[in-house]
C-alpha cells in the first residue's frame, strides 16, 4: 500500500561479497543498486535498502511510480542467477458515500413504503471493487482497473426496509464499508 514497504527476497541466506548484484527496475531495465552503488532516480533517493548478505531489495515510503517489474541479476561467476518480481503498489481506498439518485424528497416524506434509488460512489479510485450488500449476502458490484476515475453503483430499496444495508469498496490492500442509515439520508427531507 502506498506509504509503507516491500522488500523482494532473493532466496539466499548468504552472498559472497565477490559476487555482483544488480537489481534492475521497469521496461527501460533502470539499474537501482549494483555493488552498493545507489541509482539517484527520484523515485528511488533515500527509499531503497540493499541487504548486502542476501542481496535483499527493501523500499521504502512507497507510491504508485513503484509499480513494475524489478529484475535481479546475480553473478556468482561461473553462472549467473536472474529473477523478475512483479510489484503493484494500491493506494488506501477511500470510504465510500451513500447519497440519494433523485434529489427529490417528496416520494421519501409522503410514502413510507415507496422506492428509493440510492447510489453508492467513490472518487479518484483505480484497480477497485464497489459492492452493495444485504446483511452478508452480495447484491450487485462493479469492478474498474483504470486509472483515478469516479465510480458509483445504483441500488433500489424500499423506504425504511427493516434489512441491514451497506456498500464496501476495495481493492486487494484495503477496504471500507459504510452502512446504510435511512433515518440520516432523508434528514434533509423533514427540514
Given amino acids: 500500500m502506498e506509504g509503507g514497504s516491500f522488500t523482494l527476497h532473493t532466496g539466499f541466506t548468504e552472498i559472497q561479497h565477490d559476487h555482483e548484484i544488480e537489481w534492475r ?11 552498493g552503488k545507489r541509482n539517484l532516480l527520484p523515485k528511488f533517493k533515500d527509499r531503497v535498502q540493499i541487504q548486502r548478505q542476501t542481496g535483499d531489495l527493501t523500499i521504502t515510503n512507497i507510491t504508485n ?9 546475480i553473478d556468482f561467476g561461473q553462472r549467473e542467477l536472474q529473477k523478475k518480481f512483479i510489484v503493484t503498489v494500491y493506494a488506501p481506498v477511500p470510504v465510500p458515500v451513500i447519497t440519494r439518485y ?5 416520494s421519501l416524506s409522503s410514502a413510507k413504503s415507496s422506492k428509493s434509488v440510492l447510489l ?5 479510485v483505480s484497480h477497485v471493487t464497489l459492492s452493495w450488500y444485504k446483511g452478508n449476502s452480495l447484491l450487485s458490484n462493479i469492478s474498474v482497473s483504470d486509472l483515478s476515475i469516479s465510480l458509483s453503483l445504483p441500488l433500489e430499496v424500499e423506504y ?17 464499508t459504510k452502512h446504510l442509515d435511512f433515518d440520516q439520508l432523508c434528514q434533509t427531507c423533514s427540514d
Fill in 102 to 106: 433523485s434529489p427529490e424528497c417528496s
Fill in 65 to 73: 511510480e513503484h509499480t513494475g517489474v524489478y529484475e535481479l541479476s
Fill in 25 to 35: 527496475f521497469g521496461s527501460s531495465r533502470t539499474l537501482i543498486n549494483t555493488a
Fill in 160 to 176: 425504511k426496509d427493516e434489512n441491514t444495508y451497506s456498500c464496501v469498496v476495495n481493492n486487494p490492500v484495503s477496504t471500507q
Fill in 120 to 124: 453508492c460512489s467513490v472518487l479518484n
